[in-house]
């Protein structure tokens, strides 16, 4: 089995920052990729950002590109994710998630451990 403990979230006015942190524990994996998704109320869970792990290639939503960082530190297995520029529309629950198998990175069904999730709200 594989933990995932998220935190760093909270409230902050818009054009401010937060840095969400993931730790991880567990099994391990050859390869593997982890995400960051998000849920805000009456929608539906999206994708935020992901990272291959080995390689620190990372992927992101358009709407967050230039705004937000993912990035890992294998030593410490945990995941970040820098937040800047933060809008009213960024608030949400926002999860991390691991995924085996590293395909279609953008899909929450293809990850499969997740964190309990951490608010993010930003005030306009």
């Known amino acids: 089995q594989v933990q995932l403990v998220e935190s760093g979230g909270g409230l902050v006015q818009a054009g401010g920052s937060l840095r969400l942190s993931c730790a991880a524990s567990?099994?391990?994996?050859?390869?593997?990729?982890m995400g960051w998704f998000r849920q805000a109320p009456g929608k539906e869970r999206e994708f935020v950002a992901a990272i291959i792990w080995s390689d620190s290639t990372t992927y992101y939503t358009d709407s967050v590109k230039g705004r937000f960082t993912i990035s890992r530190d294998a030593a410490k297995n945990t995941l970040y994710l820098q937040m800047n520029s933060l809008k009213p529309e960024d608030t949400a629950v926002y999860y991390c998630a691991l995924d085996p198998s590293c395909e279609r990175l953008n899909r929450p069904w293809e990850y499969d451990y997740w964190g309990q999730g951490t608010q993010v709200t930003v005030s306009s």
């Open positions: 567990g099994r391990t994996f050859s390869s593997y990729a």
